[in-house]
């Protein structure tokens, strides 16, 4: 299990393509929230605001965070489910003739997974931190709430890594891997979708939220970051309706487990599919 776990961490650490696509690509969009759109927005508030303009800012790189975050979440998604789906070809033959069980395989699936994602999304969180510091808006922002921000990430990976195994043992089963590159892209395609939803959406049921595990990260990220109570849509302005964050944590953490126990299950029965096929597609 150690070999696994080692294997697992280092391979999402060393590669490239999260490397690139989920942290520097996530930074540059970081450099132009921070230091072109942030402070246009700042300049433009109406006079009403200004006494209450700390707190404005600090919602507003809370929005910004949520959503960083979501991308490169979606990202290290798309990772997992390349990782997994390359693993998924010797794995009938693992459970069968070694001591690698399905319970094993899954536990180092995702304790890798998610020291890998902490490690990055520490630095991510004092990388956004830092620029929205120094921008010369004249606010120091950090997370208010530490102690939420990180458990959120960490469900947030056990719920990708859920999805991902979901993604993968599905579309073997039942499609076989003729439609397997473009099931990999899915997490960084709902990340998208999700993230234009709540960013340029003017308003939605609530209910939306709560159904969807993106949006329920986006929110639960915006708590811990400003701890203030989430909006359903960040357009929605001043005075907007809210989100319950019991609820929020409650629907990702129901998400995470049905996801988790349908693999369990998926997993236990998984057959040999070549991998050559996928590439030639």
């Known amino acids: 299990m150690r070999k696994t776990l080692s294997y697992i961490i ?7 393509n999260l490397i690139g696509w989920g942290v ?7 450099v132009i929230g921070a230091y072109v759109s942030t402070p246009g927005e700042m300049n433009t508030l109406p006079e009403s605001l200004s006494i209450v303009k700390s707190s404005v800012y600090t919602d507003i790189v809370s929005a910004w965070y949520a959503v960083l975050m979501i991308l490169f979440l979606s990202a290290i998604g798309v990772s997992l489910t390349f990782l997994v789906y390359f693993q998924s070809g010797a794995l ?3 459970f069968k003739y070694s001591k690698l069980t399905p319970s094993k395989y899954l536990m180092s699936m995702f304790s890798g997974g998610t020291i890998a994602g902490i490690v ?4 991510l969180t004092y990388a956004i931190s ?3 510091s120094t921008n010369g808006v004249g606010y120091t922002v950090m997370p208010t709430k530490p102690y939420v921000v990180f ?3 960490i469900l947030s990976f056990l719920f990708l890594i859920s999805l991902s195994f979901f993604l993968v043992l599905i579309s073997m089963k039942f499609g ?8 990999n892209y899915i997490p960084l395609i709902l990340g998208f979708i999700f993230y234009s939803l709540y960013n340029f959406a003017s308003s939605y049921p609530e209910w939306v939220t709560y159904a969807s595990p993106y949006l329920n990260i986006i929110s639960l990220l915006f708590y811990g970051y400003s701890g203030n ?3 359903v849509t960040g357009a929605s302005g001043i005075n907007a309706p809210t989100v319950s964050v019991e609820w929020s944590a409650l629907f990702l953490t129901l998400w995470t487990i049905g996801l988790f126990l349908i693999d369990t299950v998926l997993l236990r029965k998984i057959n040999y599919e070549p991998i050559e096929e996928a590439k030639i597609m």
């Open 24 to 30: 520097l690509f996530i930074l540059f969009w970081g």
């Open 151 to 153: 458990p959120v990430v």
């Open 10 to 16: 280092k391979s999402i650490l060393k590669n490239p």
């Open 120 to 123: 990055l999304s520490l630095i």
């Open 229 to 231: 109570k989430p909006p």
């Open 92 to 94: 009938p033959y693992l």
């Open 130 to 132: 830092g620029m929205f």
């Open 176 to 183: 076989g891997v003729k439609y397997q590159q473009l099931v």
